[in-house]
């Protein structure tokens, strides 16, 4: 069974820009959540998905925003990206909603901006 | 306000001996605890977890201690083995499932 997929790996954009992140959930699951890691912060919550509706949200600013589709596949934008955006940007799958249930996570894709 | 704290950012435990991470959580609304581990260049895989209703939880090397008086829990490794060097993130979800919490993460060397 395939993994949780994440592209691209890595990205560098440059400040003002937008930027795209797609997560690809495992087979069969249909949640998907999105991290932002960064050495100084750890592991924060962005949003998650669930059968296509945003059910939990973190606390980032409303140029983070996501989507997904009917397929569970994720994509997260970025939109007039600052400094401090620079991370890697992790996608968990899940097979059900709620966060209490394991997680898988994907590789991430890392993200610097200059 | 940091919701779920590691205070220790980094361990060294001599292989075959116990590594004890600590996790401290300051809302009594979380009800369920997950460690994750997490190598270089890869996302966090999930290690084991904790429901609010027990103490412990065992599996294989991995023992989780939930202590809710206190609002700690730690995750023993017995015995350490070198692969075990990883960060170790602590989590906690509140009873609604609306709020999950990552700690820090404490930076794990097991050295041969």
């Known amino acids: 069974k395939a993994g949780v997929t994440q592209t691209p790996r890595y990205l560098i954009k440059t400040r003002g820009q937008q930027v795209t992140l797609s997560c690809s959930p495992i087979s069969g699951h249909r949640s998907v959540s999105w991290y932002q890691q960064t050495p100084g912060q750890g592991l924060q919550f962005l949003f998650e998905?669930?059968?296509?509706?945003?059910?939990n949200k973190g606390n980032f600013p409303g140029r983070f925003s996501g989507r997904q589709f009917s397929n569970s596949r994720s994509e997260m934008n970025v939109s007039t990206l600052e400094l401090g955006d620079s991370a890697l940007y992790l996608c968990?799958?899940?097979?059900?909603?709620?966060?209490?249930?394991?997680?898988?996570f994907g590789q991430g894709t890392r993200l610097t901006v200059v | 306000d940091q919701q779920v704290k590691q205070n220790s950012p980094s361990l060294s435990v001599q292989e075959g001996r116990i590594s004890i991470l600590n996790c401290d959580y300051t809302n009594s609304m979380f009800d369920y605890f997950l460690w994750y581990k997490k190598y270089p260049a890869e996302g966090p895989t999930f290690l084991i977890s904790?429901?609010?209703?027990?103490d412990k939880n065992e599996d294989g090397r991995f023992t989780v201690f939930l202590n809710k008086s206190a609002k700690h829990l730690s995750l023993h490794i017995v015995p350490s083995q070198p692969g075990d060097s990883a960060v170790y993130f602590c989590a906690a979800v509140d009873n609604y499932g609306q709020n999950f919490v990552f700690g820090p993460g404490t930076r794990l060397s097991v050295l041969p």
């Open positions: 904790i429901s609010s209703i027990k």
């Open positions: 998905y669930f059968s296509e509706t945003q059910r």
């Open positions: 968990a799958s899940s097979l059900l909603t709620g966060t209490n249930t394991e997680a898988f």
